[in-house]
């Protein structure tokens, strides 16, 4: 169970369970040997496609030779620059853990390298089958009535690493951002989101039958007849359908005021009377709390009635079923494969499995990352990176601070206000500046299932102690490795882990052009997530509140809506449409981070003076070098299948719309390639927020 946080980050995070990681082993073989990636670098004058005109297509321009010759390998889904580098960190983890796990030299290298060995031992895993879940099962297989459901959901969420019918945890008041609340949100879902079990078409028709294939499949695995198995697959469609039905959709719970419902414990044993909240809050060990965040009222209502309508005997399924299914990747090789064969294999179009050994790093990284984190920075982010990494965030702020003062369409009230949320920004480089402490948290060598058990049994405890305490601004939600960043509205704040700080995004050895078109267009792209349609219902204090003239909100929004419309019109499969709401603070994120970075790169190449804004390196301008680097971080080519998951499930657009779709938007771009007005990359209107 994740803590609840408010951010919005530069690429699509998802599950890093072990069987659902998506990185290609180094020699393309699922259970290759361990060999050290390429070095990256920034600017790869042959990933371009010189054929392709780039006031038509920029992205084919720009990538069309990378394109060309990374085709996607065998046991990944996506293939682009971001999983290049997430390779390299990835083997530099590797290498830290196997290290650790052969020879370890401190006790808190004795820790992960003990976890990481246990994931390692498949021969263990597939001797003991489904022995180290049984005790779970178990647990299931003893609720006798429905009114004892409380009780045994705490233990399974608080324990047992097992997530059903809804999450709580610990969020940061929206409307008080000092302090920290309980909340409660839809959950219980195993398909990637509510649509699937809704529509009626006939690829979901499809994935469904397959989906209730593969719930059979687990269940037969676990011991039971085929005709048992097959009885309790239709419960667990039917309860989850039940769900889905009842949950709030992504595009409205991107409206703040649509997730916060802060209200008397009391009101949500009304929405919910058949459930034993008291029961449940005692088990998992919750502090005393008087009122809580109800995120989606509606689907505690539609939990109320599963309780009520659904038999004993299928709520034992839904559990049971959640229990093999999260636990199927860490057991013997017949679950992972089960497990693999669905989710990543059908619905995203993953041929093959991915390596042991990187998913077992995954894994580790995500168990223990701020333990595995400290070794790993100390190797990999010298010093110097952090300092220059602060002078580019700097340059970007007073960038975006000048941005705001020349908007035609704000007014001075407002303008007044976002300079002053600007300036309240809080910036997080690198690595946390307290380590979380692993101390308490058991891990044997021998004991897998039991070690991500204990691993998420003190991530959760330590979430839910948050309650009623203070807010510690200075606690990380991505690991020091993670090639990502993200905004977060209720602490205000930037967050860019060292995992992103390098090549292609950061080269030291490149000219200002291709630096601040790549890690400066990244930087730029979490500062303006502080002011998208998110974003912007924050204050600089980070608590929701209408900073806006209303007739300055009225003109944001008709600026958003341009956006909407224009990327809601993008189509990456056929017959497959983007969400343009879905997508719409990363697509604004993108369009004002670029124009910011831009504007930096300008005042920097002035400071220079003579002729550094139009001094030619291997043939293009500072500007062009900008742009291509801009373009060349989205390099990537993706299965149809994920393709489509993607466009009903990620606020993030394709690659390919990300650059075209933003540089379409910049006057400058047309600019610096010479193109003419009304080309596909330079209309006549464009959609500009910031």
């Known amino acids: 169970m994740q803590p609840f946080r408010i951010a919005s980050t530069l690429l699509f995070c998802s599950s890093l369970a072990l069987a659902q990681s998506t990185f290609t082993s180094a020699d393309n073989t699922p259970g290759g040997a361990p060999v050290e990636p390429k070095a990256l670098h920034s600017f790869d004058l042959n990933a371009i496609d010189k054929t392709a005109d780039p006031c038509t297509d920029f992205y084919a321009y720009a990538c069309g030779n990378w394109r060309k010759a ?36 401190t006790p808190l290298q004795k820790k992960y390298g003990d976890f990481y060995a246990a994931c390692m031992n498949t021969d263990l895993a597939d001797r003991l089958g489904d022995k180290p879940v049984m005790p779970v099962i178990d647990k299931i297989d003893a609720l006798s009535s429905k009114a004892q459901l409380g009780a045994l959901l705490a233990d399974l969420q608080a324990k047992d690493s097992t997530g059903a019918f809804f999450r709580f945890g610990s969020q940061q008041d929206q409307k008080d951002s000092t302090r920290q609340i309980a909340i409660v949100i839809q959950g219980g879902l195993s398909l990637p989101d509510r649509d699937y079990y809704i529509l009626d078409d006939e690829r ?24 048992k198995a097959s009885t309790e697959a239709d419960s667990v469609l039917a309860i989850e359908t039940a769900l889905a039905k009842g949950s709030t959709p ?47 009222p509606d689907f505690f209502k539609a939990l109320n009635d599963v309780i009520d309508q659904q038999s004993l005997d299928a709520i034992k ?91 035609s369409w704000m007014t001075p009230e407002t303008k007044k206000q976002a300079e002053a949320k600007l300036a309240e ?55 020091p490795p993670t090639v990502n960043a993200y905004y977060n509205s209720s602490n205000n704040d930037i967050n860019f882990p060292a995992g992103i700080l390098q090549p292609p995004f950061y080269d030291v050895s490149k000219d200002p052009a291709v630096n601040f078109g790549a890690i400066g267009v990244v930087i730029g792209h979490e500062m303006t997530h502080g002011f998208d349609d998110q974003g912007s219902k924050f204050d600089g204090q980070g608590n929701v509140k209408n900073w ?7 003109a944001f929004d008709e600026r958003t809506g341009c956006e909407v419309n224009e990327y809601g019109s993008f189509e990456p499969v056929p017959g497959q449409k983007l969400n343009g709401k879905l997508t719409l603070g990363e697509n604004t994120a993108d369009n004002g981070g670029i124009r910011i970075a831009y504007q930096a790169l300008m005042s920097v190449l002035a400071q220079e003076g003579g002729n550094a804004r139009n001094e030619k390196i291997d043939g293009y301008t500072p500007s062009q070098r900008f742009f291509i680097a801009f373009a060349q971080v989205w390099c990537e080519n993706r299965t149809e299948q994920s ?23 910049f006057d400058q771009f047309g600019k610096a390639f010479g193109c003419k007005k009304g080309q596909p990359m330079m209309p006549d209107a464009p959609c500009v927020v910031w």
């Open 643 to 665: 393709e489509r998951v993607m466009a009903r499930t990620d606020p993030h657009s394709p690659g390919m719309f990300r650059t075209n779709g933003t540089v379409q938007n």
């Open 250 to 296: 992504r595009v409205d719970l991107r409206d703040p005021e649509k997730r916060y419902h802060l209200q008397p414990l009391a009101n949500l044993k009304t929405l919910a009377p058949n459930f034993q909240w008291d029961a449940f809050l005692s088990g998992v060990s919750a502090p005393q709390i008087s009122e809580i965040n109800v995120a989606t």
């Open 204 to 227: 979901m028709t499809k994935i469904r039958e397959q989906y209730k294939a593969y719930a059979v499949g687990l269940f037969k695995l676990a011991g039971d007849s085929d005709e």
């Open 70 to 105: 990374n085709p996607i390998p065998s046991d990944q889904a996506r293939w682009g620059r971001f999983n290049e580098l997430n390779e390299r960190n990835r083997y530099l983890l590797y290498v830290d853990l196997n290290k650790a796990a052969n020879d370890p030299k």
């Open 317 to 407: 399924s839904y559990l049971r079923f959640h229990a093999l299914n999260e636990a199927a990747p860490l057991l013997s090789s017949s679950f992972d494969d089960l497990h693999f064969g669905f989710f990543q294999k059908t619905l995203n179009g993953q041929a093959e499995q991915s390596a042991r050994w990187k998913r077992c790093t995954t894994l580790t990284d995500q168990a223990l990352g701020e333990a595995v984190g400290q070794d790993w920075v100390r190797q990999n982010f010298p010093p110097q990176a952090k300092d220059n990494m602060e002078k580019l965030v700097a340059a970007l702020q007073k960038s975006l601070g000048d941005d705001i003062q020349n908007l």
């Open 425 to 479: 920004f809080r910036k997080k480089i690198g690595y946390p500046e307290n380590w979380r402490d692993y101390s308490k948290v058991e891990v044997k060598r021998d004991d897998l299932i039991g070690n991500a058990q204990r691993a998420d049994a003190f991530e959760y405890t330590r979430d839910l102690n948050k309650i009623g305490k203070p807010v510690d601004e200075k606690e990380w939600g991505m690991t």
């Open 548 to 554: 806006w003239t209303p007739d300055d909100r009225k």
